[in-house]
């Protein structure tokens, strides 16, 4: 397999020069070109077409995530990982929504760098000359790259993204999964399950409801 295409938007020169630092320690990856500004990004990443694009969010000219709604209106075959110090869940969901395969908050170290590359390089081996896809080639497809918590046989990381990412969204305010199912669009059974994985890694709290009759009803909230 050829190495990996890798176009760097960075508008910081330091910055620059640690990402590139990072990329070359990284087997199967090539850097092609880089953009200190959204314009020239553009311009290149059309001309170019590299597999990946690890896009900086704020840039002099236009934002990251306007740079990424152009390459997907057009359908410019990059893929894209977002690198930005926004943290907000909002920000977050749109940029996942667009298709970004992962999603880095600066400042990060070299390792979380080279788990986002390295997952990005088993995915593409993974679907490379595939006629088609059995459901758990999917479901390691979509959910392949971030921060990822070990899970067992039956949950995927793409549904525990969605989940935390919820979570976070309530700001600490206990739920219960039945109020979780009807925001994210899932069955509350799966959500439960999730949920009460999450609660034995210890990354959300339960909290017993007692009412008056029948059982205590559970809330869940972020660590």
Request: aromatic residues 6%.
């Amino acid at each position: 397999m050829t190495n990996i295409s890798v176009f760097i938007v960075e508008d910081d020169p330091m910055v620059l020069d640690v990402n590139i630092g990072f990329l070359e320690k990284v087997t199967g990856f090539s850097l092609v070109g880089t953009a200190a500004n959204g314009q020239d990004a553009l311009r290149q990443i059309k001309k170019l077409k590299p597999n990946l694009v690890l896009l900086d969010m704020f840039l002099p000219d236009v934002s990251g995530l306007d740079i990424l709604v152009e390459l997907r209106s057009e359908r410019i075959p990059s893929d894209v990982i977002m690198i930005t110090a926004a943290r907000d869940a909002q920000t977050i969901q749109e940029v996942m929504r667009l298709g970004a395969v992962d999603y880095m908050v600066k400042p990060f170290r070299f390792d979380r760098f080279q788990k986002a590359l390295q997952d990005y390089h088993k995915m593409t081996k993974r679907i490379k000359g595939l006629q088609q896809l059995k459901q758990e080639d999917i479901d390691e497809w979509l959910g392949s790259t971030g921060d990822a918590i070990e899970l067992p046989k039956g949950l995927n990381e793409l549904t525990m993204k969605q989940i935390l990412l919820s979570l976070v969204e309530e700001e600490g305010s206990p739920v219960t999964a039945e109020q979780l199912a009807r925001h994210v669009g899932m069955a509350r059974v799966t959500v439960r399950k999730y949920l009460d994985f999450l609660a034995i890694k210890e990354k959300v709290r339960i909290e017993m409801q007692y009412g008056q009759v029948g059982r205590p009803t559970k809330y869940y909230s972020l660590k």
